[in-house]
């Protein structure tokens, strides 16, 4: 064991425990960390935002290569920044529509090719009892059949269509399970990334053996 | 009425419908265009940074101003961002600077720890909440439980049915299966469900049904 | 009215028992495990070993694009990935583009990046290219899919892409041969949507492990190839890669704190029947 000697490492430490010191109760030092978390968020977009966006893809282009047409855009994008001016937040609206209108546009198609035709091509599969893969393949067809039949509301849940409607709860809820068990999964790892940072990097344990 | 709503929704309209169509398109001239609506968006974009950034910078002077409670952190705040513009621009952003070291050992350990809490209360949660109540909630955490030993190590170890059976599915492969096949197919009806959504409201918007995204007001 | 003070049950002071006694738990079994390492395998499933399989038959000349679409919020889980499959594709000599969609991206990948090309000798801006960030999401996506160096016309460090040899024959879709998103959201949406749809890219992705359960339908359909789920994803990808690295450390930690979480469920459920019956 070797403690560190990197003053950031100790910094870094710091604010581990001042965040887990919530676990007992909010308490100042909580609070600065969740500050200092927005002020170095912030700083650190601003420059990467001027060094790689700002300056490469509109300052070189416009002024030095004389790519005047970006001054359209542009000025669409200051009438973006007068929302700010209740008076003018209006002329907001005209970035905003070409915004959204665009990608509405450009997510139409894509969506129906990439979530739903795509998807619905994959789910018609050879059928059969014969092999585990054409029992695999029934059980998937039934299960996405049954679990958008649940999600029709348009027809009363009654009689054969409820039964299916039914199967489709159960389908559900394995998904949902298998969620839910990832979900711990996930959680559980953030704190180890956290125990790993303390253990090694500031404890200087040698944990790879 | 007309320079503030009219217009605007022609604006969505016109480029909704001319970037829809542009898909089906492979024109050298559709590509083009779409490629100069990208380089436009970009620069529309960099505005949008603008108004974040002023955002943030007005309302913690604000709250500095009206000495609103613990406006010290405001100050903070404030000062720290400016710490990083500081020696973002005249150190550069390189591993070693200060720039780099105040992201990677601050603020990765304040917001790495800060989702880390919830490892905590999924614990407690699963100690209180997580009952059997019903026939579908037992199928919800077997199904969890599986998933859980499946994707550890460990779970191939547990497995103590094989030592009888060798042949026998593992944890590993009880909760691969799980995944792959009822989950998947649950799954997949709700992404269709998604997909057939997402087209749904991006035509309402189009079309001007959907206008919230304008604001409020006139 | 005096009121009759009833004794607790056993269960019933089990199951009222103070949270911070199961933090305490949870904390332990997350930390000890560390100091009484088991070194079980860790076998990759097929999602794994499908990315893996593909970078192998990788030539020099073949370009795999990592984009790390991810924050610090997320990073324990997805940091490894990319660390292990960056390590993997400089191993196997192919070009390594590493980007983000991220603006928190960079920030945390290029200490990674640095560190794997010490380790492996490699030299940014002819065996790698770190691209940094550019805004717009989708518009990247889009923009990089007719053109790589107008969408970044510097890299992270401000040299010109167009001067890196690296990207010297790389311009577009046409020349990827795979792109890897990792992502804590549904980032993978973007790329799925704006480069593998309309101009069939090959893709993986690396998703955390709240979001893996949902990336199946795209596997079995065939729209990826394959992905890494949650630190187990990246300790699978270290196995294959043959290197132990945090993603296995990890899973010291995780077969037990899963243990401790699989008891405390069966626990409470007892007693909660218990009580539930005697009432």
Redesign the interface.
């Known amino acids: 064991m070797q403690l560190s000697t990197n003053i950031?490492?100790w910094?870094?430490?710091f604010?581990?425990l001042?965040?887990?010191s919530?676990?007992?109760k909010d308490n100042p030092f909580y609070?600065?960390?969740?500050?200092?978390?927005?002020?170095?968020?912030?700083?650190?977009?601003?420059?990467?935002?001027?060094?790689?966006?700002?300056?490469?893809?509109?300052i070189?282009p416009v002024f030095e290569n004389g790519h005047f047409i970006?001054i359209?855009?542009?000025i669409?994008?200051?009438m973006?920044?007068l929302?700010?001016v209740p008076k003018w937040?209006?002329l907001?609206?005209?970035?905003?529509?070409?915004?959204?209108?665009?990608?509405?546009?450009?997510?139409?198609?894509?969506?129906?090719?990439?979530?739903?035709l795509?998807?619905?091509?994959?789910?018609m599969l050879p059928l059969s009892l014969n092999s585990a893969t054409g029992i695999?393949n029934i059980?998937?067809?039934?299960?996405?059949?049954t679990?958008?039949i649940y999600?029709f509301f348009s027809k009363e849940h009654k009689g054969v269509f409820g039964g299916a409607a039914k199967i489709?709860?159960?389908?559900?809820?394995?998904?949902?399970?298998?969620?839910?068990?990832?979900?711990?999964?996930?959680?559980?790892?953030?704190?180890?990334?956290?125990?790993?940072?303390i253990?090694q990097d500031f404890l200087g344990?040698n944990?790879?053996? | 009425m007309l320079?503030?709503k009219q217009?605007?929704?022609a604006?969505?309209?016109?480029?909704?419908?001319?970037?829809?169509?542009?898909?089906?398109v492979p024109h050298r001239t559709s590509e083009n265009l779409f490629n100069a609506?990208v380089?436009?968006?970009?620069?529309?974009?960099?505005?949008?940074?603008?108004?974040a950034?002023?955002?943030?910078y007005?309302a913690h002077t604000m709250r500095i101003r009206k000495k609103a409670p613990?406006w010290q952190?405001?100050l903070?705040?404030?000062?720290?961002?400016?710490?990083?513009?500081f020696f973002?621009?005249i150190q550069g952003?390189e591993t070693g600077t200060f720039?780099s070291?105040?992201?990677?050992?601050?603020?990765?350990?304040?917001?790495?720890?800060?989702?880390?809490?919830?490892?905590?209360?999924?614990s407690s949660a699963?100690y209180r909440a997580f009952r059997a109540r019903s026939a579908?909630?037992t199928?919800?955490?077997?199904?969890?439980?599986?998933?859980?030993l499946g994707?550890i190590p460990l779970g191939e170890q547990l497995s103590f049915w094989k030592l009888i059976w060798s042949n026998a599915p593992s944890f590993t492969d009880i909760?691969n299966w799980?995944?792959?096949?009822?989950?998947?197919?649950?799954?997949?009806?709700?992404?269709?469900?998604?997909?057939?959504g997402?087209?749904m409201?991006?035509?309402k918007?189009?079309l001007g049904i959907e206008r919230s995204?304008?604001?409020s007001?006139? | 009215m005096a009121e009759l003070k009833q004794e607790k049950t056993f269960w019933e002071k089990l199951v009222q028992i103070d949270r911070?006694f199961i933090?305490l738990i949870?904390?332990l079994a997350?930390?000890l495990p560390?100091f009484f390492?088991m070194?079980l395998p860790i076998p990759a499933t097929k999602e794994v070993k499908d990315i893996y399989d593909l970078i192998e038959t990788f030539k020099p000349n073949d370009v795999v694009i990592l984009s790390a679409d991810f924050d610090p919020?997320?990073?324990?889980?997805l940091l490894p990935m990319f660390d292990a499959m960056f390590r993997h594709c400089l191993k196997a000599g192919v070009k390594v583009i590493a980007m983000s969609l991220y603006?928190?991206g960079?920030?945390l990948i290029e200490p990674v990046i640095n560190q794997a090309a010490k380790d492996y000798n490699k030299v940014n801006g002819i065996d790698y290219a770190f691209l940094?960030?550019?805004?717009g999401y989708?518009l990247v996506v889009?923009n990089m899919m007719e053109n790589l160096k107008q969408t970044?016309?510097?890299d992270?460090y401000?040299e010109r892409t167009e001067d890196l040899p690296i990207l010297g024959n790389v311009n577009n879709y046409a020349d990827y041969d795979l792109i890897t998103s990792m992502n804590g959201s549904s980032t993978y949406?973007t790329w799925?949507?704006?480069a593998?749809?309309?101009y069939n890219v090959p893709m993986a992705c690396g998703v955390?492990?709240?979001s893996?359960?949902?990336v199946y339908?795209y596997i079995?359909?065939?729209?990826f190839i394959g992905m890494l789920?949650?630190?187990?994803g990246a300790a699978e990808y270290e196995t294959l890669i043959s290197e132990?690295?945090?993603a296995t450390?990890?899973m010291e930690?995780?077969n037990w704190?899963?243990i401790f979480?699989i008891l405390f469920i069966i626990i409470g459920n007892i007693g909660f029947f218990i009580i539930g019956r005697k009432k």
């Not at chain 2, 604006?11 to 542009?22: R, S």
């Not at chain 3, 789920?229 to 187990?232: A, D, E, N, T, V």
């Open positions: 950031w490492v910094l870094g430490v604010f581990t001042s965040v887990l919530f676990l007992y609070k600065l960390a969740e500050h200092v978390t927005v002020g170095v968020s912030i700083g650190y977009a601003i420059v990467l935002w001027w060094n790689l966006t700002v300056y490469p893809r509109f070189i970006l359209i855009p542009a669409l994008g200051l973006m920044v929302r700010i937040s209006w907001s609206r005209y970035a905003i529509c070409f915004t959204v209108g665009g990608g509405a546009g450009m997510g139409i198609p894509r969506s129906m090719q990439a979530s739903v795509r998807q619905l091509e994959a789910t695999n059980v998937i067809f039934i299960g996405v059949l679990v958008l999600f489709g709860i159960w389908f559900l809820m394995v998904g949902f399970g298998a969620t839910f068990g990832y979900t711990v999964m996930a959680r559980l790892s953030l704190f180890i990334g956290r125990v790993l940072f253990l344990l944990l790879a053996g | 320079w503030k217009i605007p929704l604006i969505t309209f016109i480029t909704g419908l001319v970037f829809g169509i542009q898909y089906f609506y380089d436009w968006e970009i620069v529309i974009g960099i505005f949008g940074g603008i108004l950034y002023i955002s943030f007005r613990a952190y405001s903070v705040a404030i000062g720290i961002s400016l710490l990083m513009i973002g621009f952003t720039f070291n105040m992201y990677f050992y601050v603020l990765v350990s304040i917001e790495g720890t800060m989702f880390s809490l919830l490892a905590f209360y999924i699963a579908q909630a199928a919800l955490l077997i199904a969890a439980i599986i998933v859980m994707r909760a799980i995944l792959n096949i009822p989950n998947m197919a649950a799954k997949r009806a709700m992404n269709l469900g998604i997909g057939l997402i087209m409201l991006s035509l918007i189009v995204y304008m604001g007001g006139d | 911070r933090y949870i904390a997350m930390t560390f390492q070194g919020s997320v990073s324990p889980e603006i928190q960079p920030g940094g960030w550019q805004y989708n889009i970044f016309p510097v992270y401000g949406m799925l949507l704006y593998h749809e309309p955390t492990a709240v893996a359960a949902d339908p079995q359909s065939g729209q789920g949650g630190l187990k132990k690295r945090m450390m990890g930690a995780q704190a899963h979480i």
